[in-house]
Structures are given as structure tokens and as C-alpha cells.
């Protein structure tokens, strides 16, 4: 996979040493977390919002209601920067000034266009199902022609990306050293816990195999 | 705490009955999460920052480094959008459709301006630093009068604001309810985990018992 190129738009400015351009680690990232942010612009003002994303290739996949205010916008294909950002611990430092934090983080400037062609649209639902859990789009009910019309998904094409990671112990002056300070990294993670049955689940219809298999491989 | 006004700026648009209006609640998302993605306009481009936030009752405080272009461009004052967002679990519902997240977001709307006075400042290190890792700031190196002058804080007028959020089990058709397919829920959450110490550790600065404190009452 290649790198991206380096302009004013995607360089890491702060801490320029923690920038990394290429697409592999980019995409590590991309898809380490279930989630993204999405920011536009609509007359001056910018917006967030938190979604589901899916790389798919050298592309990213979102999906919203065909009504969303975000994915209309989108798939007009105005200017929209997504970030992922994945934190890995509380780095503790002898001085408050070199406290930090362990992180990966992706920013990726693009510009979205309108996934229309129903088999395409469902191959990229289903893209979405698997990435929350392999094995589900084999097993749950599959969308109808209403639930599809009602789905939109647009394809963001990724003009420019980069990534800023840290990782590893504090790093203090060496005058504070000798401090009678602890000083170390406390790890976070994001866990998965114990299924929880809907209220109203018929009888036999247990916890899945794949899912049983999905929470051994992440423990 | 007071409710903030509905605008079609803070609208919660796609599922409104999941919008929340009271500080409390909104206040309650910005104080559970470390980070937050702040985005901003440069030339029509969007921009997003994921950095760490502290409420400093109704404003948000955030800092960097002096020279950081995200601190100079908020500090100017001009508009900021803020996102903090909870990932609490994947919801399975039978059918693709119904699939879903549950969730806390909120979304600030707002503009900064600097935090100059320096016992202002060192003030708001402290909220950050104790925000981190209650007891760390009275542990920690103070910083001094260099660090000061190279860390830079801005505060966060928050004009406008919302939350969302979903909880709860999977919402599927009655029609699907006798599908032979399992649905609930699979919780999510971030857990801290044991310190690693720093390599250069001197001798006698075991981990501190404000530390050990923090993470037992997370279990």
C-alpha cells in the first residue's frame, strides 16, 4: 500500500515526529475502531456526528437514513474530514507538563458520493453487519426493498489522510528524573461483555456460535 | 441545571425521540469521556481534532501547546463544534435493519477565547491534571514558568447543545419476532488497565495509592 502525500491539509503539525502517512497503518486504525466522526460544513458552521464506518478498499463506506441531514449533505459531495481515534492508555509523567496520553488517530480529508445501484447498496449493508459481527448477515433477516429505499450509503473517496500515534512510557526531563514521583502508563481498553438476551427472545433462539467465537477471539 | 434552547442548530434531526436537551445529561457525557473531537472551519475546510477536554461547570476547557494551530484558531473565537461520544454496546436485532448502537453523544456548539491570566491558567492544568488522575496534581512537578508559557488554554462558551442517546435492547418488527434468530445486546465498555511502569523508574516511587484507588473503584 502506498503513502499519502504530505500537504498543508493532512500534516501533522503538533509533534510532528507522531505523524505517519502511510496507508497501512492508516487503515489499521480505520478499522480497529467501530466508530468515526464525521465533520461538514453548512454555511460557515461545522458539524460533528458520530457514525459506523467501513473501509472498503481504499474507500470508506457510510450509512445513515436516506432522510439524514449528514448523508444528503455527503453524498452532494461537499468537502467532509472524518476522524478515528482509538485512546490506549494515561501516560504519567513526573511533571504535569509531560503527562500525555497513548493513542492511534486517523484523520482522512474527502468527498462522498451516493452508492445508488441496489446490489452494490446491499453489498455494502452487508459490509457494515460483518464489521460488527462476522457471521451476522448470514443469520439475521436481510433488508427488504422498503428498508433499502429507506437506507442510503455513500462512498467517501480519500484525497488525503494521516495518522498520529503515540505509544510507549512517559518521556520527562532528565533533571526530573530523580523526582520521588511514580511515574508509568496506565493501559485502556475497550471490552466486550456478556451477551444480553432482548427481553422477548423466542425459546431456542440462544447466543450464536459466531457470536461465542467473536468474544473468545477479543478477551 | 437548565434545559438548552432547540435551534436548528442543535436539533436532534434523525431519531428526535433519542434527543436530550438538560445540562445535566449532556454535562453527565462530557465528564464521562477523556477525549473529545473538536471540529473547525479553515477556508471552507473542515478540520478534526480528538484532544482531551475538562468541564469547568458551564464551559469546557481545552488546552495545547501554544503554537498549536487548533488553539490559536479557537482562540480567536471563532465558531467550534464538540463532540463527546460513549460507545456502550452492538445492538442485534433480528432483522439488518434493526440493528443499531447504544449510545451517549453530546454535541457543543460555541467559541473560545483564551485563558491568559497565569493563575488562571495553572488553575486549569490542575482541573485537567485531577481530571486525568485524582491526587496527581499535588504528586506530579508542578510546571513552571517555560511550560506555562508554552502550554496555552482556551475556554469553551458553550452557545448551544445536545445529546443523544439509545439504551436499552433491540427494537425489531413484530413480524420478526418469531425468527429462529438470536438479538440483544453485547455491552461495550473501556476498562483501565494494571500501570506498566516507566523504565527509568527510580527506586521507592511505587505506584501511588491515590492511583491504585482510581482503579479499584473502576472494577
Known amino acids: 500500500m502506498a503513502d499519502f502525500d504530505r500537504t498543508p491539509r493532512n500534516q501533522v503539525k503538533r509533534l510532528p515526529q507522531r505523524g505517519q502517512y502511510d ?20 454555511g460557515e458552521q461545522p458539524f460533528i ?22 448523508m444528503q449533505h455527503i453524498g452532494e ?16 509523567a513526573r511533571s504535569v507538563f509531560n503527562h ?12 462522498g458520493e451516493p452508492v445508488i445501484d441496489p446490489q452494490e447498496k446491499l453489498h455494502a449493508l452487508a459490509r457494515f453487519t460483518e464489521r460488527l459481527l462476522p457471521g451476522r448477515w448470514d443469520d439475521a433477516r436481510k433488508p427488504n426493498d422498503q428498508e433499502l429505499k429507506a437506507t442510503s ?4 473517496l480519500i484525497e488525503s489522510a494521516s495518522a498520529k500515534v503515540r505509544n510507549g512510557p512517559p518521556g520527562d526531563d532528565a533533571e526530573d528524573l530523580a523526582l520521588p514521583v511514580w511515574a508509568g502508563v496506565v493501559p485502556i ?10 427481553p422477548d427472545l ?10 461465542r467465537d467473536f468474544l473468545a477471539a477479543r478477551v
Open 23 to 42: 496507508a497501512e497503518t492508516i487503515y489499521q486504525i480505520l478499522d480497529a475502531s467501530l466508530i468515526c466522526h464525521v465533520a461538514f460544513v453548512q
Open 100 to 111: 500525555s496520553m497513548n493513542y492511534r488517530s486517523a484523520v482522512l480529508f474527502g468527498r
Open 202 to 211: 423466542r425459546d431456542g433462539a440462544d447466543v450464536p456460535g459466531y457470536l
Open 153 to 156: 450509503v455513500v462512498r467517501i
Open 189 to 198: 481498553r475497550q471490552v466486550f461483555g456478556e451477551p444480553v438476551n432482548a
Open 49 to 70: 456526528i458520530p457514525t459506523l464506518h467501513v473501509r472498503d478498499g481504499d474507500t470508506l463506506l457510510l450509512h445513515g437514513a436516506t432522510t439524514s441531514r449528514m
Open 77 to 92: 459531495g461537499h468537502p467532509v474530514t472524518i476522524a478515528v481515534t482509538l485512546v490506549d492508555g494515561i501516560v504519567m
